[in-house]
């Protein structure tokens, strides 16, 4: 018997993806059903090579659903994901809305797998699981190899986000300004606050007290949250004209001594890690070679000399898949493999 699994949020970039990598995957799905609201009634999705229409998330019936991957936004998350984890449906949420609630796990599996366990030992569990902010995710998971091998001490990094981190019509802004820009017509400045084309923007969420943005501030809490609460960790998050994929320059302090041979050979055995580090031109991954791809590509490997213990590199992945909806689908495959959930009867 397979597992009946419902996406809420199917119409939008990761929820589309959420789709494709079930099928991908071959998910043990007997059913997957798509989930909008009542404005996306009637839409088609693909599922591999079925199509799927859209139905009202108002009006599914979750006690007959076993996994419900939630991937509309946190207003929609806050409403119905304790509903749906009351009905006995699990609840793997991409939003930000439950993770730094004390009672819900934050996941990355090649990360801290083991907390599942625990969780759902857990009686009185609130039965939703959390996904983290895309650009902690890939870094979370070069981190963790590196942290069990010499003890971060601290990380200083810098990202380059993807448009598509903000959602399609960040993705169309983009384009549609490009083609103003090639075209000499004017250029909209609508979901970004500069213009986003042939530009970067060092803005991403809204700012806070202290200066930092919240996007920075979750990367904080949320690598203290699934590696390490003693590890520092200091974030400049930046936008970038990219479509698809960020990037990451990340510099680490360790308490004990790691040379960069060591670091290559560690990454180069670690789950979710692909080292592509040739000292010449295009030795390296960009974010046109990680779309698409599943993996924390990682390149630029070198000792930094301006601290003790220091090392600096190069970080790339797919934010729509490993910083999304396929750290979704694996969390769930990872209770599954560890036989932690089972379908209703």
Request: with cysteine; net charge neutral.
């Amino acid at each position: 018997m397979g597992f009946k699994v419902a996406v809420v949020g199917a119409t939008g970039n990761v929820g589309r993806e959420m789709l494709s990598i079930l099928a991908e995957r071959a998910f043990p799905a007997d059913d997957v059903v798509a989930l909008a609201s009542s404005r996306s009634l009637g839409t088609e999705v693909s599922y591999g090579d079925k199509v799927l229409k859209v139905q009202n998330l108002e009006h599914h019936d979750f006690s007959k659903t076993d996994i419900c991957l939630m991937s509309a936004g946190s207003t929609v998350s806050k409403d119905w994901s304790p509903k749906i984890g009351a009905m006995g449906c699990l609840v793997i949420d991409n939003s930000s809305c439950w993770r730094y609630d004390e009672r819900v796990p934050l996941i990355v599996p090649e990360v801290n797998a083991d907390v599942l366990n625990r969780f759902m030992a857990d009686p009185n569990r609130l039965n939703i699981i959390a996904n983290p902010n895309c650009s902690t995710a890939q870094l979370v998971v070069a981190l963790k190899p590196l942290h069990d091998k010499a003890t971060i001490k601290r990380v200083v990094v810098a990202t380059y986000q993807s448009v598509s981190g903000a959602g399609k019509d960040a993705m169309d802004e983009l384009f549609n300004q490009s083609r103003a820009i090639f075209s000499a017509t004017d250029v909209k400045v609508e979901k970004f606050t500069k213009r986003i084309a042939f530009n970067v923007i060092p803005h991403i969420d809204v700012f806070l007290d202290d200066g930092y943005t919240k996007e920075e501030w979750k990367m904080v809490v949320e690598t203290k949250k699934i590696l390490d609460p003693k590890i520092k960790l200091t974030a400049t998050c930046v936008r970038v004209p990219v479509f698809i994929a960020h990037s990451e320059a990340v510099n680490v302090e360790f308490e004990n001594p790691i040379t960069a041979d060591e670091a290559r050979a560690i990454l180069r055995s670690a789950p979710g890690c692909l080292v592509v580090d040739k000292r010449e031109p295009g030795g390296y991954i960009t974010p046109h070679e990680a779309a698409g791809e599943d993996a924390t590509y990682i390149s630029r490997i070198r000792e930094d000399s301006t601290v003790e213990n220091g090392l600096a590199f190069w970080c790339v992945s797919d934010n729509l898949r490993k910083g999304a909806a396929l750290n979704a689908i694996q969390i769930a495959e990872a209770l599954i493999n560890r036989k932690l959930l089972k379908p209703k009867a």
